[in-house]
């Protein structure tokens, strides 16, 4: 089965870089991947890793590290418009996508 | 835009009510999923359509009942629901067969509430 840990809030400051953790253990990983949710809408993807370091994609870089079972996603230049849940989430491979998510962290961007 | 539609988006019903919720994918994706987001919880997996045939069932109760008529959409039939079945069900699909670097493309749910 799957755990996966991360905080359930975080408030960070317009123009801040703010770093979200997640930890997890599983019985069988084959990549990691982070989603936004904005309230009232469908979750989106962010990123995927399935390799150790780090993934950059403009102001948003994920990392993972397989043996400490951590992973963590970098919010850089924060705008009022990342206020949004994170979902950190574990995939097996079964030949289609068995996720499971982890509880989600609310980050709120404040002026 | 995800490509994935939900409707209804709100649905409110009775304990005694029949209902469904369906779900459309135009992105020709071979795999299809109902989940489930409460309150505070994290997003649970309900169920799994692989090219139509369901793999998965994580031990939901009966009275959630899937349909998968093709590979394009789902449904999730509703009876006989209880209160603590009040949440945000999320439809998606992703490619299937195991592609590397596959994702979930997520619908933008039915918020059911049961009274």
């Known amino acids: 089965g799957q755990n996966i840990d991360q905080p359930t809030e975080m408030t960070a400051t317009e123009g801040a870089i703010v770093q979200i953790n997640c930890t997890y253990q599983?019985?069988?990983?084959?990549?990691l991947f982070w989603y936004q949710q904005h309230a009232g809408e469908a979750p989106t993807f962010l990123s995927y890793?399935?390799?150790?370091g780090l993934e950059e994609k403009g102001r948003f870089s994920s990392f993972l590290s397989r043996s400490k079972g951590y992973s963590y996603l970098l919010l850089k230049e924060l705008q009022m418009k990342d206020s949004a849940s994170y979902l950190c989430a574990v995939r097996e491979d079964r030949g289609y996508q068995k996720v499971t998510f982890g509880t989600g962290t609310k980050l709120q961007v404040i002026p | 835009e995800t490509g994935v539609t939900q409707t209804p988006r709100h649905l409110v019903m009775g304990m005694t009510n029949k209902k469904s919720l369906k779900c459309e994918q135009h992105l020709g994706h071979n795999a299809m999923y109902w989940y489930k987001q409460s309150a505070k919880k994290p997003l649970e997996l309900m169920f799994v359509?692989?090219?139509?045939?369901?793999?998965e069932n994580n031990s939901v109760p009966s009275r959630f009942s899937p349909e998968c008529p093709n590979s394009s959409h789902l449904f999730l039939h509703l009876h006989t629901l209880q209160p603590e079945d009040s949440a945000l069900y999320l439809c998606a699909s992703s490619l299937g067969r195991g592609h590397p670097n596959e994702k979930l493309f997520f619908g933008s749910g039915t918020q059911l509430s049961v009274l």
């Open positions: 599983t019985s069988g990983f084959n990549g």
């Open positions: 890793n399935v390799l150790d």
């Open positions: 359509y692989s090219l139509e045939e369901r793999v």
